[in-house]
């Protein structure tokens, strides 16, 4: 798989419940971090996770890293409509450049 | 909360023209970037730019492109000769350090070559 790739590709859940996404890499990072994008709009950074850390929580958000298996993964517990959107890992494959996965489209179900 | 401006949101323009994209990113920030996003596939990186210079570029950054920071709040990506694969989502986005920081994106511009 390519750096950052996510899945699954798209997830379709029913409000309160929980949704999560898995995140690939290849090669050595110093953080990796975790995005949203509503439909049509920028990129709003949700977290970063630093490669000597294991998780790491923010409100309703938990990420896991493996960097054993070169993997990470976000946790939405009790979602919500508002959730909506598309999620993207990025790692940092030089201090100045980050590589995006092709996203998750999460639907989230009234 | 600050943010990183972009303008203008839509562009379309003729193939061959050129466009000139704005960002003002946000004020204490040091470090600069431009990706962009071509409908239904990944975010891709382009260029970081730090203290009046490129530091990075991608090899989709080639002699079509150029950024400049023209004055103390302005970061412009300038497109020559644009083609119709130019159509796409470009996003400016600014950091304040590097290293372990996330960074702030703005709300894209959509560039549309007709």
């Known amino acids: 798989s390519q750096q950052g790739e996510e899945d699954p590709q798209a997830l379709s859940i029913q409000e309160g419940e929980n949704a999560t996404m898995n995140c690939s890499y290849k090669?050595?990072?110093?953080?990796l971090q975790w995005y949203r994008q509503n439909s049509g709009r920028g990129l709003v950074h949700l977290i970063l996770?630093?490669?000597?850390?294991r998780e790491k929580h923010s409100g309703r958000l938990r990420v896991t890293l493996d960097t054993s298996k070169k993997s990470s993964s976000l946790l939405i517990t009790a979602s919500r409509a508002a959730d909506t959107a598309s999620y993207f890992c990025?790692?940092?494959?030089?201090?100045?450049?980050?590589?995006f996965g092709q996203g998750t489209r999460l639907t989230i179900n009234p | 909360e600050p943010e990183v401006t972009q303008t203008p949101s839509h562009q379309v323009t003729q193939m061959g023209q050129e466009v000139i994209l704005r960002c003002v990113p946000i004020?204490?920030?040091?470090?600069f970037y431009w990706y962009r996003q071509i409908l239904g596939q990944k975010v891709e990186f382009l260029v970081s730019?730090?203290?009046?210079?490129?530091?990075?570029k991608s090899e989709i950054f080639d002699d079509q492109f150029s950024v400049e920071r023209p004055d103390g709040s302005n970061f412009t990506l300038k497109i020559r000769s644009t083609k119709l694969e130019d159509s796409a989502m470009y996003f400016c986005?600014?950091?304040?350090?590097?290293?372990?920081?996330?960074?702030?994106f703005g709300s894209g511009t959509r560039l549309t070559v007709v």
């Open positions: 990025a790692t940092d494959e030089s201090a100045q450049k980050l590589v």
């Open positions: 996770i630093r490669s000597n850390e």
């Open positions: 004020s204490n920030h040091l470090y």
């Open positions: 730019f730090y203290n009046n210079e490129i530091s990075e």
């Open positions: 090669t050595s990072i110093n953080n």
């Open positions: 986005a600014s950091s304040e350090l590097l290293g372990n920081y996330g960074y702030t």
